[in-house]
């Protein structure tokens, strides 16, 4: 069983920037397909990024490429996502989750999910 937090939130203007942290605790999270994902606001949830533990193989999403980057810290048992010019579309709620797959885009080949944390990006 792998728990899975969430933080870095919070609300900020068009051309900012935020970092997202999920931190597993209960399993090292080495071997598993670590992605994020969001849900805005009266919106599907959607793929943002994903990272192969291992290999640190990634792969993003088209409308966060170039400005979003998924890492991860072995010492911290913990994956990030640096957000970079944010616009009113990123505002959703960004939730981390854990997999057995490999780079997979798709929520269900994710087994352990975080409870998400809130963005915001004024205009």
């Known amino acids: 069983q792998v728990q899975l937090v969430e933080s870095g939130g919070g609300s900020v203007q068009a051309g900012g920037s935020l970092r997202l942290s999920c931190a597993g605790s209960?399993?090292?999270?080495?071997?598993?397909?670590m992605g994020w994902f969001r849900q805005g606001p009266g919106k599907e949830r959607e793929f943002v990024a994903v990272?192969?533990?291992?290999?640190?193989?990634?792969y993003y999403a088209d409308s966060v490429k170039g400005r979003f980057t998924i890492s991860r810290d072995n010492a911290k048992n913990t994956v990030y996502l640096q957000m970079n010019s944010l616009n009113s579309e990123d505002t959703a709620v960004y939730y981390c989750?854990?997999?057995?797959?490999?780079?997979?885009?798709?929520?269900?080949?994710?087994?352990?999910w975080g409870q998400g944390t809130q963005v915001t990006v004024s205009s």
């Open positions: 209960g399993r090292t999270l080495d071997s598993y397909t």
């Open positions: 990272i192969r533990w291992r290999s640190s193989t990634t």
């Open positions: 989750a854990a997999g057995f797959s490999g780079i997979s885009a798709q929520g269900s080949d994710y087994r352990y």
